[in-house]
């Protein structure tokens, strides 16, 4: 079974920036799509960003255009979600994400594989 692990979230304050890693347990992620999603308490679930490994396509949540950037590694198993202008709004639990190609659609029944998460805690 294919496994998602995260890493690079922490605390930071409003206005700061972080920068999760996602590398997948495959060979390869080659010709799939692979994103994050992210949760706070007491929200929904929300899909934030994800790419299409190999292609290059980008797809972003309206709340996060113009501050987060996914991009993938030339190993093609490894994704990157930099994020730039926090607000306390993006605090919650970021999780790796995996589906088929290539459209990368940003709703939960997409996609097929869930890492475990990582936290990431904005302050006001």
């Known amino acids: 079974q294919v496994q998602l692990v995260e890493s690079g979230g922490g605390s930071v304050q409003a206005g700061g920036s972080l920068r999760l890693s996602c590398i997948v347990s495959?060979?390869?992620?080659?010709?799939?799509?692979m994103g994050w999603f992210r949760q706070a308490p007491g929200k929904e679930r929300e899909g934030v960003a994800g790419?299409?490994?190999?292609?290059?396509?980008?797809y972003y949540a309206n709340s996060v255009k113009g501050r987060f950037t996914i991009s993938q590694d030339k190993d093609q198993k490894t994704v990157y979600l930099q994020m730039d202008k926090l607000t306390p709004d993006d605090t919650g639990m970021y999780y790796c994400?995996?589906?088929?190609?290539?459209?990368?659609?940003?709703?939960?029944?997409?996609?097929?594989?869930w890492g475990q998460g990582t936290q990431v805690t904005v302050s006001s």
């Open positions: 495959a060979d390869t992620a080659f010709r799939t799509c």
């Open positions: 994400v995996r589906g088929p190609g290539p459209l990368c659609r940003l709703t939960d029944e997409y996609w097929n594989s």
């Open positions: 790419t299409y490994i190999g292609g290059g396509n980008t």
